[in-house]
């Protein structure tokens, strides 16, 4: 049977898994742990403050399971933000060929 | 895209940031020719505004995927930093090779320049008066980037951002300045090779100052909404790496153009 310490307990346990038929995993325990007394426990210590709640709610966005890219799974705000480059794009390429070409072929000097 | 892998590396999504940025660097490249041959800056300017919104929007998204999506395990941040250190080092070349414009020049000068550096006609700035401020300020930012640090490692927010805002601070005070002295000097880019070396060597300097000061600014924000815990805040330490190179390549500025070349 397979079987570890637990850190948290402080005592033997069968672990459940792979190693272990479930059917035949009875649990090993040792004798229970006494703590001096005064002991302070990790639950009873003042809660910090945690993940603040924007951060949570950016946190809870972002991982949700969806198909939409990155760039825009922030909502309407990426989809403007991506719009206008890739407007921005668009019209500067045509500007920057606009330009090659009036270099490449200049207009000729009638005067 | 799912955040949960049975690897510890990151496939990052389908970006369209590095189409953007190749079409963004081509106006602006193609809008300064413009510029220079017909005086018409509508395709620099646009240029400009396509490199910004694709460097805002990319940058973003790294930090969604670090921050929130949680994908910048340990062996991504080995990648990570690793692009920082390369990245740094071409930068140093860069440098060097200004550097190196700048001893090829003034150790042995040429006849036209009247054989001697600074060149006749030069009248350089005093290396005890304003630069020496800025020496001062900078090295300032230096200790107090490390102190952001130190107190981010100890989960003293409220100090780290004393520490990091005061970074930004002393940082726009070096601009501010570094653009005065620029006002005040006696002579310009096109008086002589000193003009040009001066110039190009502390303008691209300056240049990185404010890169710097808006990394640093970046990583104020990101503090502020507590994107950096104790043990893991990459992108601070990118910055604090960023900066302390700049600091260091003031003060080879400092030793060899504006003191021993002035």
């Known amino acids: ?111 | 895209m799912t955040t949960h892998s049975s690897h510890t590396y990151h496939l990052v999504d389908m970006s369209p940031w590095p189409l953007t940025g190749s079409i963004s660097a081509m106006m602006l490249t193609t809008g300064l020719v413009k510029w220079f041959h017909q005086l018409n800056i509508d395709l620099l300017l646009l240029g400009f505004l396509a490199t910004l919104l694709t460097m805002v929007q990319w940058w973003r998204d790294t930090t969604r995927e670090g921050t929130y999506q949680g994908l910048h395990t340990k062996r991504v941040m080995t990648g990570l930093k690793w692009g920082m250190i390369l990245f740094i080092t071409s930068e140093v070349l860069f440098f060097f090779s200004f550097f190196w414009a700048f001893f090829h020049s003034s150790l042995s000068p040429a006849i036209e320049i009247g054989a001697s550096w600074p060149p006749v006609g030069i009248q350089a700035f005093n290396p005890f008066q304003v630069p020496l401020l800025n020496t001062a300020i900078l090295l300032a930012s230096g200790a107090t980037v490390t102190w952001a640090h130190h107190a981010l490692m100890e989960s003293n927010h409220t100090q780290a951002l004393q520490g990091l805002a005061l970074t930004v601070v002393l940082g726009l005070y070096f601009t501010g300045v570094q653009a005065m002295e620029y006002y005040e000097a006696p002579f310009t880019i096109a008086d002589s090779v000193y003009g040009s070396t001066f110039f190009v060597a502390t303008g691209f300097h300056g240049l990185h100052v404010i890169i710097g000061s808006s990394f640093l600014s970046v990583c104020l924000y990101r503090m502020y909404m507590s994107h950096f815990s104790a043990t893991h805040h990459l992108g601070f330490e990118a910055a604090a790496w960023y900066w302390h190179f700049v600091d260091v390549v003031w003060l080879f500025l400092y030793i060899s153009i504006y003191w021993w070349g002035g």
């Open chain 1, 1 to 111: 049977m397979f079987y570890q310490r637990s850190s948290v307990t402080g005592r033997l346990t069968s672990v459940n898994g792979v190693q272990t038929p479930s059917t035949l995993s009875a649990a090993v325990e040792g004798p229970a742990v006494t703590y001096p007394v005064g002991t302070t426990f990790p639950k009873e210590l003042p809660a910090g403050k945690g993940v603040p709640g924007l951060l949570a709610q950016k946190m809870k966005l972002f991982q949700a399971s969806n198909d939409i890219p990155i760039h825009l799974k922030g909502g309407p705000v990426d989809k403007v933000l991506f719009g206008t480059t890739i407007a921005l794009c668009a019209v500067g390429l045509a500007g920057c060929l606009q330009y090659f070409y009036s270099m490449s072929f200049p207009k000729k000097n009638t005067e």
